[in-house]
T-cell receptor, first 117, second 117 residues
Framework: AQTVTQSQPEMSVQEAETVTLSCTYDTSESDYYLFWYKQPPSRQMILVIRQEAYKQQNATENRFSVNFQKAAKSFSLKISDSQLGDAAMYFCAYRSAPAFGNEKLTFGTGTRLTIIP | NAGVTQTPKFQVLKTGQSMTLQCAQDMNHNSMYWYRQDPGMGLRLIYYSASEGTTDKGEVPNGYNVSRLNKREFSLRLESAAPSQTSVYFC????????????????FGPGTRLLVL
């Protein structure tokens, strides 16, 4: 079974600065997908960014980028130019490669990010 | 386009009572999921439905039943609520295209907060 570990329960960053959230995972599979989800106080889960394991290029979405190290099984999220609206709980998630009926996401325990004005 | 909607937003039950959590999506997605989120833990999959008419157990199915009523709706039922089922419940959906590229992203509803006394 796959496991996802987020070792930083809480992080804080000054507004406009850069912060990196860590995520490691354990799997014996070679093909899979990784995600970062954001959960603001409204509790809704919002997709931030995703990475396909077969792609060597790191995914980017505006101010959000990942550092995907497949050999090290590491998938960190970098938030540049932090904004007050980035304050939320961030979850790293893993799912296996496409297979009918096998679409389960495995989540880490989350990192609470605080933005300091 | 409302995405994924859940009702109710909040519910208080007494031990032994039953209730059904409703979920609907208007994105014409084939796959739907129910997760629970407990403090200090990531989301855990309760049940999922890969397509209309099919359901499968996830990581924590005990004490729950589900019904995939049609392509849009996926309900979660607690037959005899227990305090251990106090949690926030999330419904999600994702797209699967037969024979084509699978869209991996799961879209989440706003959550239902359930308190069992």
């Amino acid at each position: 079974a796959q496991t996802v570990t987020q070792s930083q329960p809480e992080m804080s960053v000054q507004e406009a600065e850069t912060v990196t959230l860590s995520c490691t995972y354990d799997t014996s599979e070679s093909d899979y997908y990784l995600f970062w989800y954001k959960q603001p106080p409204s509790r809704q889960m919002i997709l931030v960014i995703r990475q396909e394991a077969y792609k060597q290029q790191n995914a980017t979405e505006n101010r959000f980028s990942v550092n995907f190290q497949k050999a090290a099984k590491s998938f960190s999220l970098k938030i540049s130019d932090s904004q007050l609206g980035d304050a939320a709980m961030y979850f790293c998630a893993y799912r296996s490669a496409p297979a009918f009926g096998n679409e389960k996401l495995t989540f880490g325990t989350g990192t609470r990010l605080t933005i300091i004005p | 386009n409302a995405g994924v909607t859940q009702t109710p937003k909040f519910q208080v039950l007494k031990t032994g009572q039953s209730m059904t959590l409703q979920c609907a999506q208007d994105m014409n997605h084939n796959s739907m999921y129910w997760y629970r989120q407990d403090p200090g833990m990531g989301l855990r999959l309760i049940y999922y439905s890969a397509s209309e008419g099919t359901t499968d157990k996830g990581e924590v199915p005990n004490g729950y039943n589900v019904s995939r009523l049609n392509k849009r709706e996926f309900s979660l039922r607690l037959e005899s609520a227990a305090p251990s089922q106090t949690s926030v419940y999330f419904c999600a959906s994702s797209e699967r295209v037969a024979g084509g590229p699978l869209r991996e992203t799961q879209y989440f509803g706003p959550g239902t907060r359930l308190l069992v006394l």
